[in-house]
């Protein structure tokens, strides 16, 4: 069984600003080993609200340099070893995390990166395998250059994770026959053309295509908040026959629960 917490919903600072909401991504916990994915704003705080223990974390998985997503990355790995006692865990980053590009700095500080038992930096064509999971990178079209999503193979379970993006052919492809898949919805529509994100029109062909079993949206912005994220869920639930859920703070979910989940109701 795949446990799989949320530590925070927001996909700007504009919503954290409001007060209430954190970006501290989502953990994974499967065969005794604690996977920390997009580590943003209110990482830390959020994880010890949900009983979590980051020191306990051994594997890290950070898609992209964007500061909402890796904001508290290396505070985390700092937590994990104990400062430097320890040299320990894995980090498996999109190549601007660690190097940096065009668009931003690195959001992994040097002093973090040499307490790291191992670094990979996942590119397309490459996967790495830790425990009984195999981590293969999602190719994405974002603001951030190098950016992927990530898709996790479980044994029994698939689980597909995507940031902000837009549709493209490559996307679907790679994310074919996820069970579980986790995306970034900032709003009902694209409010912002330089902005690299689905709408909800974008979203449903994404779940025509893919087929999931269940659907988690996150990464909500002010538009996505303003119309209301559960009025989204709906919205795609009765146009795809996708069990939908908004993901919040403490939203908990296993693998398990898919094997029984119901048909959306009204669906044909």
């Known amino acids: 069984m795949v446990k799989i917490i949320f530590l925070g919903s927001a996909g700007s600072s504009n919503v954290l600003a409001r007060g209430g909401y954190s970006a501290g991504g989502l953990v994974l916990q499967f065969d005794g080993v604690q996977f920390h994915m997009d580590p943003g704003p209110g990482a830390l705080f959020s994880a010890l609200q ?14 992209t340099s964007d500061l909402i997503k890796t904001h508290d990355l290396s505070l985390l790995i700092d937590t994990m070893t104990y400062s430097g006692i320890e040299r320990r865990g894995l980090l498996v980053a999109a190549s601007s995390v660690v190097n940096g590009n065009d668009e931003s700095d690195a959001s992994l500080r040097l002093l973090q990166r040499d307490r790291l038992d191992k670094l990979v930096v996942l590119k397309p064509g490459n996967k790495v395998g830790i425990s009984l999971c195999e ?10 250059n190098d950016a992927l999503g990530y898709k ?12 902000k993006t837009l549709l493209t052919k490559e996307l679907l492809e790679d994310l074919e ?19 690299k994100s689905l709408s909800l029109e974008d979203a449903k062909q994404l779940l025509l295509s893919v087929k999931p079993k269940m659907a988690i949206l996150n990464g909500f912005d002010l538009g996505a908040l303003k119309y209301d994220p559960i009025i989204m869920c709906r919205e ?15 939203l908990m979910l296993n693998s398990n629960a898919l094997l029984s989940h119901s048909p959306v109701r009204g669906f044909k």
Do not use: W
């Open 50 to 63: 949900a009983g979590i223990n980051p020191k306990q974390t051994t594997v890290f998985l950070a898609s």
């Open 135 to 144: 981590v293969h990178p999602v190719r994405v079209d974002s603001n951030d």
């Open 152 to 163: 996790l193979f479980f044994p029994k379970f698939l689980l597909g994770y995507i940031g």
């Open 177 to 195: 026959g996820c069970d579980m898949l986790i995306f970034d919805l900032p709003s009902n529509v694209r409010e912002d053309e330089n902005m």
């Open 236 to 250: 795609l639930s009765e146009a795809t026959g996708v069990q939908c859920i908004a993901s919040k703070k403490g």
